[in-house]
């Protein structure tokens, strides 16, 4: 058995492979040049679509801020023009009340003290000028409460003007003139000429001196 594979193996045909015809070689190398020639031809195409897609972003935004309409500018803000610090009578250095005027001519009263009245009284807010040295009510105030004056309450305050608070008893009718005790007064001054000094709460009672 051996012996007869080994002769059957023997006449078995051998293949050896064949070498490659010179001419197919050379249509082989030509059509992968021509494929490499080709490929970069995308590249311009892909560039020019995407300078017409960033055209119509451009396009787009501009014609959307065409239709949105013309938002107007925020008015300025209203500045404090004058201040004035209202202290009680005597007082040295503590600040009772802060009023200031903006320049849109409204008028803003705020606690910077802590008031104790009995619940028969009342405190007022008067004010005087220059050219009216009468006395004239503005309002009646909170003890504990900040209050906001219209313009067309007060006007415009000039350098100088005087502003008191008072206590005067409960009525059925707003009082006058002041007759009570002044509990707080001071002037006004314009912005530029001096700034309010430190704001602090403190408690303090009525004081019944008037000057």
Do not use: C
Not at 124 to 135: M, N, V
Not at 160 to 168: A, H, I, K, N, P
């Amino acid at each position: 058995m051996e012996a007869q594979s080994a002769a059957t193996a023997a006449q078995a045909p051998r293949l050896t492979p064949q070498p490659q015809h010179p001419a197919a070689e050379t249509e082989a190398h030509t059509q992968a040049r021509k494929a490499r020639r080709q490929r970069p031809a995308l590249l311009p195409w892909i560039g020019g679509l995407a300078v017409v897609l960033a055209l119509g972003v451009a396009a787009s935004q501009w014609l959307i801020a065409l239709a949105q309409p013309d938002v107007p500018a925020a008015p300025p803000r209203p500045h404090v023009q004058q201040v004035a610090i209202l202290q009680a009578p005597g007082s040295t250095s503590t600040p009772g009340w802060l009023l200031t005027q903006d320049s849109n001519l409204q008028v803003n009263l705020k606690p910077l003290v802590d008031v104790e009245i009995r619940s028969t009284e009342a405190v007022y807010l008067w004010t005087q000028s220059a050219t009216d040295p009468a006395p004239r009510l503005l309002s009646r105030v909170m003890p504990d409460a900040s209050l906001r004056l219209a313009p067309e309450q007060i006007g415009p305050i000039g350098p100088g003007q005087v502003f008191e608070m008072t206590l005067e008893p409960i009525r059925e009718t707003l009082p006058a003139e002041p007759e009570g005790a002044v509990l707080f007064i001071g002037r006004a001054v314009g912005l530029e000429e001096t700034a309010p000094p430190a704001q602090s709460r403190a408690t303090t009672s009525p004081n019944p001196a008037r000057h």
